[in-house]
């Protein structure tokens, strides 16, 4: 298989094979060549958003199924999350001059006192390979920097992590706080990290604990799907 790949030109394939190669070549990592296969589409007259959808968040959909089901582990997906990021570091540019559509915007960050992130980058890269604007805030985020991203960046989804016992505590500081300045109900607040539970997620007033990346996704895909709706309703 190996020598077969080596022989693969990807400007000799046609669209309708390029695109699953693709999706091949982010499943294993292979950043260079999603580089090259973005570029090619593009060159082909493919849209921004079209090269988006169905070369790079397709793919990365089976990315995360696979993670889910317990097919791909962390480090694998670290590997496919780093091959999309390159590909979007083309698009990104162009995407926004096109003002392509977007599922949604986040505003995530590991909380004060905890400078754990593997989790953290692993729920951004996933969250833009499905379609979303990711703004990172990094670690030891303290509230007047989620409340300062928050008010700056105007997301449809606040996502907060913490590794340690010690750090969970102030998920509910930061959720308090918003309530308290009646901006709770305008953010959908997703929580996650290793000693978290659903239980715990509850009692803090976070709309949802996601357990993983995948889960991540999947939640605020149906809860931006919902927001929407209600806006649309209303």
Not at 12 to 18: A, I, M, Q, T, V
Not at 119 to 128: A, C, H, I, R, Y
Not at 211 to 234: L, Y
Request: proline share 4%; hydrophobic share 45%; aromatic share 6%.
């Amino acid at each position: 298989m190996a020598e077969d790949d080596d022989d693969l030109i990807l400007s000799d394939l046609p669209d309708e094979e390029l695109v699953p190669q693709m999706h091949d070549d982010l499943y294993d990592g292979l950043k260079d060549e999603v580089v090259e296969g973005v570029e090619i589409l593009l060159e082909r007259g493919w849209t921004p958003y079209r090269v988006l959808t169905e070369a790079l968040v397709a793919g990365m959909t089976i990315v995360g199924n696979d993670f889910r089901d317990g097919i791909l582990f962390v480090p694998e997906v670290l590997l496919a999350a780093n091959a999309m990021k390159a590909g979007m570091g083309i698009l990104k540019p162009l995407l926004v001059e096109t003002g392509a559509p977007k599922l949604g915007k986040m505003v995530i960050g590991t909380v004060k006192g905890d400078i754990h992130d593997i989790g953290k980058n692993l729920v951004s890269m996933m969250m833009e390979g499905a379609g979303f604007e990711v703004v990172d805030l990094g670690i030891n985020t303290d509230v007047d920097e989620y409340l300062g991203a928050l008010e700056k960046e105007r997301p449809d989804i606040l996502g907060m992590s913490a590794l340690l016992t010690t750090t969970m505590p102030y998920m509910k500081v930061v959720i308090d706080t918003l309530t308290e300045k009646g901006l709770r109900d305008d953010y959908i607040v997703l929580v996650g990290g290793a000693p978290l539970n659903e239980e715990f997620g509850r009692a803090i007033g976070a709309d949802a604990y996601c357990r993983d990346a995948a889960v991540a996704v999947e939640t605020a895909k149906a809860f931006v799907a919902r927001k929407h709706n209600q806006a649309a309703a209303g």
